[in-house]
């Protein structure tokens, strides 16, 4: 049981925009950054998100975040086939005093 | 090119010992706080642990506290997660992540720990 939650699965179609949630709670997402992965199968993570929609260099800006109280959002448009990836968010737990991520979202390309 | 190499994982028996190892290249080691997260293949990223930059302070999971032990030699630039009592839980993929951004920004290939008898 992930301390954050991510839905199981998401899909969309070539061009789409699509949006995954994390919700968290105050001691997480409430007080601290969040920050997304991307996974595609076999392969490590890579950070695709961080602090508050920063991008490392080469993530392209189709990828987005945003965050409402204890919950945030990772959106992308102009969805394209290599995007078929697992992806988490992840953020500092205050009561917990380490890291928590989400279960992980599998998104399809349809 | 940041470069971080894991090594170590294998079959061990439970209650057995294991000593992970990440060799990185490519930026300044001995500048960069430190990660171990894993991974059971198809599930979610657990973090292990973190080291600051000169080995001074340590953090862990609760799952894992006072089983493993997280050190660094920066002479070496070598990351080292000294896993005891390994339990079947313990059983995941292994990654050596590097901070920056505040966050897990640089991440290994990882190696595979199985715990069985």
């Known amino acids: 049981q992930s301390v954050l939650t991510q839905p199981p699965s998401a899909s969309g179609t070539p061009g789409q925009r699509v949006t995954i949630s994390c919700s968290g709670s105050s001691s997480n997402i409430g007080s601290n950054a969040v920050n997304w992965y991307q996974q595609v199968p076999g392969t490590a993570p890579k950070l695709l998100i961080y602090?508050?929609?920063q991008r490392p260099s080469g993530v392209p800006d189709r990828f987005s975040d945003s965050k409402s109280g204890t919950s945030a959002s990772l959106a992308i448009s102009g969805l394209q086939s290599e995007d078929e990836a697992d992806y988490f968010c992840a953020a500092w737990d205050d009561s917990l005093n380490g890291w928590v991520f989400g279960g992980g979202t599998k998104l399809t390309v349809l | 090119e940041v470069q971080l190499v894991e090594s170590g994982g294998g079959l061990v028996q439970p209650g057995g010992s294991l000593r992970l190892s990440c060799t990185a290249s490519?930026?300044?080691?001995?500048?960069?706080?430190m990660y171990w997260v894993r991974q059971v293949p198809g599930k979610g990223l657990v973090w292990v642990s973190h080291?600051?930059?000169?080995?001074?302070?340590?953090n862990y999971a609760g799952s894992v506290e006072g089983r493993f032990t997280i050190s660094r030699d920066n002479a070496k630039n070598t990351l080292y997660l000294q896993m005891n009592s390994l339990r079947a839980e313990d059983t995941a993929v292994y990654y050596c992540?590097?901070?920056?951004?505040?966050?897990?920004?640089?991440w290994g290939q990882g190696t595979l720990v199985i715990v069985s008898s």
């Open positions: 080291i600051n930059s000169d080995g001074s302070n340590t």
């Open positions: 992540v590097r901070s920056a951004y505040g966050t897990f920004a640089y």
């Open positions: 490519g930026f300044t080691f001995s500048s960069n706080w």
């Open positions: 602090s508050n929609n």
